[in-house]
């Protein structure tokens, strides 16, 4: 179990979700 992996894996999640939360913010302005 690493847990450097596991860090990547959810700040990449994490990037993903605050750039479809923006771009939806975005739209619907």
């Known amino acids: 179990m690493s ?3 596991f860090i990547k894996w959810f700040y ?3 990037f993903i979700g ?3 939360f923006l ?3 975005m ?3």
Do not use: H, P, Q
Request: hydrophobic share 40%; charged share 15%; aromatic share 14%.
């Open 3 to 5: 847990s450097e992996r």
């Open 12 to 14: 990449g999640l994490g």
């Open 23 to 25: 771009y939806y913010m």
């Open 18 to 20: 605050a750039m479809t």
């Open 27 to 29: 739209i619907n302005v």
